[in-house]
């Protein structure tokens, strides 16, 4: 299983970014998929999943109305599409999907938010 992030960067307060995650080696369409998040010095926190078919999505509070996870089965691909963000959406963002009982990770991609 391999899972790639792309699309981080710096923007400013108040604007957007789409991160893309590609995956494969397993049946992406069976897969939940999910992003998180790590600040500097903090935990790394769940901000999103997505249930296979698209039919269940969660965000966490800090995100919710702001940042929208999609997915496209036909290209293994996951978005997160990140609006109106905040200095504290400062993180390095991971995808993650659980297959088989393990857990796989990207390398994570930078998203910095700053003036």
């Known amino acids: 299983v391999q899972v790639v992030e792309s699309g981080g960067g710096l923007v400013q307060p108040g604007g957007s970014l789409r991160l893309s995650c590609v995956a494969s080696?397993?049946?992406?369409?069976?897969?939940?998929m999910r992003w998180y998040r790590q600040a500097p010095g903090k935990e790394r926190e769940l901000v999103t999943f997505?249930?296979?078919?698209?039919?269940?999505?969660w965000y966490a509070d800090s995100v919710k109305g702001r940042f929208t996870i999609s997915r496209d089965n036909a290209n293994n691909t996951v978005y997160l599409q990140m609006n109106s963000l905040k200095p504290e959406d400062t993180a390095v963002y991971y995808c993650?999907?659980?297959?088989?009982?393990?857990?796989?990770w990207g390398q994570g991609t930078q998203v910095t938010v700053s003036s």
């Open positions: 080696g397993f049946t992406f369409s069976s897969g939940v």
């Open positions: 997505m249930s296979s078919t698209g039919g269940s999505i």
């Open positions: 993650n999907v659980v297959w088989r009982l393990r857990p796989y």
